[in-house]
Nanobody, 121 residues
Framework: VQLQAFGGGLVQAGGSLRLSCAAS????????AGWFRQAPGKEREFVAA????????EYADSVKGRFTISRDNAKNTLYLQMNSLKPEDTAVYYC???????????????WGKGTLVTVSS
């Protein structure tokens, strides 16, 4: 599976952005998927995950109630709707695909190039 995240940009605190991740290659719909982020000088961290069907989702505590992960398997696309953005959300955001069991702890088997989100105060 090849993944490419896009939709990042500069937004003011309190604003919204929607990230997309386009998948190609092997059947994206067979895999769980997730979003991760890495802020400058920090390690990569889990943001959100969704099962292959979309029936189950998980979120990091820091984004619960503000971010929503979703997917459209017919379009081979993963989404992350980010609302009420904070400066601490500034990071490069990556999408991943793989097994559900390992997604939250270690990420996916497949990774896309990231997209930068910058939230100004």
């Amino acid at each position: 599976v090849q993944l490419q995240a896009f939709g990042g940009g500069l937004v003011q605190a309190g604003g919204s952005l929607r990230l997309s991740c386009a998948a190609s290659g092997r059947a994206f719909g067979n895999y769980a998927a997730g979003w991760f982020r890495q802020a400058p000088g920090k390690e990569r961290e889990f943001v959100a995950a969704i099962s292959w069907s979309g029936g189950s989702t998980e979120y990091a505590d820091s984004v619960k109630g503000r971010f929503t992960i979703s997917r459209d398997n017919a379009k081979n696309t993963l989404y992350l709707q980010m609302n009420s953005l904070k400066p601490e959300d500034t990071a490069v955001y990556y999408c991943a695909a793989g097994g559900w069991g390992k997604m939250i702890a270690t990420g996916g088997h497949y990774w896309g190039k990231g997209t930068l989100v910058t939230v100004s105060s």
